[in-house]
């Protein structure tokens, strides 16, 4: 059975700093791409960062030079790193999965908000 356990988050101030991390026990199944997601109230989905097992990483354009993804070396624990934080940072942050069948899974969600 696949668990994503995701840690870090919480309130802090605009021009701060928050790491979140997401665990995947993946059982035998192959990860193909790790990635973060937001959604704020009101606002669909959307992909804030995402890293291939090759390592190729992709960013929205609003946290481009902000953000950072990158796994722990020899885990499939994917992490981000958020400096610099806005006010539209705030949302509810996803860890998704998909393995290598096409198969995706999500975690249970970390809140994020910034204050002015």
């Known amino acids: 059975q696949v668990q994503l356990v995701e840690s870090g988050g919480g309130l802090v101030e605009a021009g701060r700093s928050l790491r979140l991390s997401c665990a995947a026990s993946?059982?035998?199944?192959?990860?193909?791409?790790m990635a973060w997601y937001r959604q704020a109230p009101g606002n669909e989905r959307t992909l804030v960062a995402r890293?291939?097992?090759?390592?190729?990483?992709k960013y929205a354009d609003a946290v481009k030079g902000r953000f950072i993804i990158f796994k722990e070396a020899g885990t499939n624990t994917v992490v981000l790193s958020m400096n610099n934080l806005k006010p539209e940072d705030s949302a509810v942050y996803y860890c998704?999965?998909?393995?290598?069948?096409?198969?995706?899974?999500w975690g249970q969600g970390t809140q994020v908000t910034v204050s002015l």
């Open positions: 998704h999965v998909q393995d290598v069948v096409g198969d995706n899974y």
């Open positions: 993946m059982g035998s199944r192959v990860i193909n791409y």
């Open positions: 890293i291939t097992r090759s390592g190729a990483m």
